[in-house]
């Protein structure tokens, strides 16, 4: 039971476009959610991350943005650069217990 | 610089033979986790642990085993039990309040 979902494997987008990536949620107890970046063979680097109180939270060129009666959250970056190109995980804590990944989204910027 | 160390980076063993995986953090954070990587399906919880001597299973325990003697280190054994342990196994950390994980740089085991 996948309880957090990214359905789109990559998305290529080209540099200085914006891209955005997608993750739903099925558990409404999940009340915090984080953005991860990751390249291979390393650990995930933490990006960004939202609330379930908030809709968007903005860090430089990433914003995250939050529809709870979606269950869905968005990563907007942009522009977005070469060094953008990575896998791109998204995250829920149920009580800040434990975090819950989805799929991951493999991100490539195109010149 | 305090962080975590995973190690080694990369593990070779052959089939039937039991695996320690090693996992250290000088961030003096209480919960510590494991994590296992397969392509396409994310980051799934193995096992965690929210204080020494106690540990929890997570999403896909089965053929896996840890300890929690000290507050730094979370040793993960992969077992001769484990159907599939070839993987990308994830090692972080986390104060017990707020949100924040650490993760180590990870340890790749290929079993032959």
């Known amino acids: 039971d996948q309880q957090v979902k990214q359905n789109s494997p990559s998305l290529s987008v080209q540099e200085g476009r914006i891209s955005i990536l997608n993750c739903d949620y099925t558990?409404?107890?999940?009340?915090?959610f984080l953005w991860y970046k990751k390249y291979p063979a390393e650990g995930p680097t933490f990006l960004i991350s939202i609330s379930s109180i908030k809709d968007k939270n903005e860090d430089g060129r990433f914003t995250v943005f939050l529809n709870k009666s979606a269950k869905h959250l968005s990563l907007h970056i942009v522009p977005s650069q070469p060094g953008d190109s990575a896998v791109y995980f998204c995250?829920?804590?149920?009580?800040?217990?434990?975090?819950?990944f989805g799929q991951g989204t493999r991100l490539t910027i195109n010149p | 610089d305090g962080g975590i160390t995973q190690s080694p980076k990369y593990l070779f063993r052959k089939e039937g033979q039991n695996v320690t995986l090693s996992c250290e953090q000088n961030l003096n954070h209480d919960a510590m986790y494991w994590y296992r990587q397969d392509p396409g399906q994310g980051l799934r919880l193995i096992y965690y642990?929210?204080?020494?001597?106690?540990?929890q299973k997570g999403d896909i325990a089965e053929g896996y085993s840890v300890s929690r003697e000290k507050k730094e280190s979370f040793p993960l054994t992969v077992t001769s039990a484990q159907k599939n342990p070839t993987a990308f196994y994830l090692c972080?950390?986390?104060?017990?309040?707020?949100?924040?994980?650490?993760f180590g740089s990870g340890t790749r085991l290929t079993v032959v």
């Open positions: 558990n409404s107890m999940f009340d915090y």
């Open positions: 972080a950390s986390k104060r017990t309040v707020g949100y924040g994980y650490t």
């Open positions: 995250a829920a804590f149920q009580g800040a217990q434990k975090l819950v």
């Open positions: 642990s929210q204080i020494v001597n106690d540990f």
